[in-house]
């Protein structure tokens, strides 16, 4: 599962950059609570929904099992499954995305991912008998209520 906070703009917009003050202010409040702090770097080569994650060598695809809007969240369910290179070098066009995140790890099942350039938070959560434990985390250092709990 995945969580994108910022600001739905109309029925089917959604804008995940968030202002400079509610960034600011959600950064620093990963930094204060001591989670575990990863810098990222990513190359992701992209076709449709087949990927190459260039630096851990890996193939997948993410199919898009359901998606709902709400004012301050975009809440993605994915179906995410290992593929074969094969699978992924036979499409003929790619786009490739340079991306580097700042990432929290909460526990086992939560990660925290702040794009300084984009201004944006994304949150990764499994999907797993913890899933609403997990989300009332998630309320909790956002101080927001998830409409899914």
Same mark, same amino acid.
């Given at each position: 599962?995945?969580?994108?906070?910022?600001?739905?703009?109309?029925?089917?917009?959604?804008?995940?950059?968030?202002?400079?003050? =509610? /960034? *600011?202010?959600? !950064?620093?409040? %990963?930094?204060?609570?001591?989670?575990?702090?990863?810098?990222?770097?990513? @190359?992701?080569?992209?076709?449709?929904?087949?990927?190459?994650?260039?630096?851990?060598?890996?193939?997948?695809?993410?199919?898009?099992?359901?998606?709902?809007?709400?004012?301050?969240?975009?809440?993605?369910?994915?179906?995410?499954?290992?593929?074969?290179?094969? =699978? /992924? *070098?036979?499409? !003929?066009?790619? %786009?490739?995305?340079?991306?580097?995140?700042?990432?929290?790890?909460?526990? @086992?099942?939560?990660?925290?991912?702040?794009?300084?350039?984009?201004?944006?938070?994304?949150?990764?959560?499994?999907?797993?008998?913890?899933?609403?434990?997990?989300?009332?985390?998630?309320?909790?250092?956002?101080?927001?209520?998830?409409?899914?709990?």
């Amino acid at each position: 599962m995945v969580i994108h906070l910022g600001q739905l703009k109309d029925e089917n917009i959604f804008q995940t950059g968030l202002v400079d003050s =509610d /960034f *600011e202010k959600h !950064l620093q409040k %990963m930094i204060n609570g001591m989670y575990k702090y990863t810098l990222i770097k990513q @190359n992701i080569y992209n076709y449709n929904n087949y990927y190459y994650n260039i630096p851990n060598y890996q193939y997948y695809k993410m199919d898009l099992v359901e998606l709902e809007r709400h004012p301050n969240q975009l809440i993605a369910l994915y179906n995410k499954k290992d593929i074969s290179p094969l =699978d /992924f *070098e036979c499409r !003929l066009e790619y %786009m490739r995305m340079d991306k580097e995140y700042q990432k929290f790890t909460i526990n @086992n099942h939560i990660n925290i991912y702040f794009n300084h350039k984009r201004k944006s938070i994304k949150i990764e959560i499994e999907y797993n008998a913890y899933i609403k434990d997990n989300l009332k985390i998630i309320d909790g250092l956002f101080e927001s209520k998830s409409p899914i709990i």
